[in-house]
C-alpha cells in the first residue's frame, strides 16, 4: 500500500536527496542528455544532493554517466552504496550462493556477466556471443553502438575462476532454460528481475541476493547524511526501481512504465530522449 503525501512544489530551504535510475531514467542506451546533465548540476547548485541509483555495478559506470557530477552513487540494485569517497554498503553474493549459480549458469552455457564493482566476469568460452549481445543491444540507437556499449564492453574479463569473484548481481544475457528454472536450480538466496541490456523475456534476466533492493541503498545514504526520508525524490522506469520508487518521499516514474510502477508514481516524466527529468526537476523545485 502507498501512503504517500501530495509532491512539494519547492520545498522551502529543505535539502532534498535526489536518486536516479540509469537506463531509461537518466540514459538512454547508455547516452545522457544534455538537459539531464544541466538538471543534475543545476539541483547540486540549489543544495540538493545528487545521487545515481542504478542496477549497474561501479564498473560499468563510465566517464560519461558520471560526468555530470554526483554526490555519490548507489549500485548493484542497491547491494553498494557510497557518497563520496565513503563505501556505506559492499554486498556481495556468500561463497556458497556464487558457487551455486556460477554452477547452475554454467550447466546450461549461459551467456552472462558476473558484475564486481571492480570488473565484470564471463566464461572465455562466451566472451563472443556475450559481444554480440551487448553491440546488438545498443545498435538500437542510430550512431550510439560504441559509446553505449563501451561502459560494459571495457570492463569485461574473461575469467575462469569465475566463482571467486565478489559479485553482488549476474546479468543473464542468454540463457537456454527459463530464468525461473535457473532460479529454482540456484536455491531461494536467489531473485530475478528483467534485464535492463539484453531482449526481454524468461531467457534474460538479473539474478541478485532476494532481500536486497535499491531502497536499501537510499535508506543508507539517506541515514548517512542526516536527511529525513520525506525530503527524499527518486526516479525510475523498471522492475528493479519499484522498492526505491516506494520508499522515497516522492516518486517520479518514466511514462511507459508497468502499471505496477505507474500506481506507486507521485509525478510521471518523459523518457530521456525527451530529457523528461528536466521538467521533473522544476516541478520539483529542485532547480
Known amino acids: 500500500m502507498h501512503h504517500k503525501t501530495t509532491p512539494e512544489r519547492g520545498s522551502g530551504d529543505a535539502v532534498r536527496a535526489v536518486f536516479l535510475d540509469v537506463d531509461g531514467t537518466y ?21 540538493h544532493r545528487v545521487f545515481l541509483c542504478t542496477g549497474r555495478p561501479l564498473s560499468m559506470l563510465d566517464e560519461h554517466l558520471l560526468g555530470a557530477g554526483f554526490d555519490g552513487v ?4 542497491g547491494a553498494y552504496a557510497e557518497v ?15 558457487a551455486a549459480t556460477v554452477a547452475a549458469l554454467d550447466a546450461h552455457d549461459a551467456v552472462y556477466l558476473l558484475e564486481t564493482q571492480e570488473a565484470l566476469h564471463t566464461p572465455p568460452a562466451a566472451e563472443q556471443r556475450l559481444r554480440a549481445h551487448v553491440e546488438a543491444h545498443f545498435s538500437r540507437i542510430p550512431g550510439q553502438r560504441d559509446s553505449g556499449s563501451s561502459a560494459i564492453l571495457n570492463a569485461l574479463r574473461p575469467t575462469v575462476d569465475r566463482a571467486a569473484a565478489a559479485f553482488a548481481k549476474v546479468s543473464v544475457l542468454e540463457s537456454p532454460v527459463p530464468m525461473s528454472e535457473l532460479v ?6 536467489v531473485a530475478v ?17 532476494r532481500g536486497i533492493s535499491k531502497a536499501d541503498g537510499v535508506a543508507a545514504v539517506l541515514a548517512h547524511l542526516g536527511i529525513d526520508r520525506e525530503h527524499s525524490v527518486a526516479a525510475g522506469d523498471g522492475e528493479n526501481d519499484l522498492e526505491m520508487i516506494e520508499f522515497a518521499g516522492v516518486g517520479i516514474v518514466i511514462e511507459g512504465a508497468s502499471e505496477r510502477l505507474l500506481a506507486l508514481a507521485d509525478l510521471t516524466a518523459a523518457p530521456p530522449r525527451a530529457e523528461g527529468l528536466v521538467a521533473a526537476f522544476a516541478e520539483l523545485g529542485l532547480v
Open 184 to 189: 529454482a536450480q540456484i536455491g531461494e538466496g
Open 84 to 98: 563520496g569517497s565513503e563505501v556505506l554498503l559492499d554486498r556481495h553474493f556468500p561463497a556458497d550462493l556464487a
Open 74 to 77: 548507489v549500485a548493484s540494485a
Open 27 to 47: 540514459a538512454a542506451y547508455g547516452v545522457v542528455p544534455p538537459g539531464h546533465v544541466a538538471a543534475v548540476r543545476a539541483a547540486r547548485s540549489a543544495g
Open 193 to 209: 528481475v528483467e534485464n535492463s541490456i539484453a531482449d526481454e523475456g524468461r531467457h534474460a534476466g538479473e539474478l541478485f541476493q
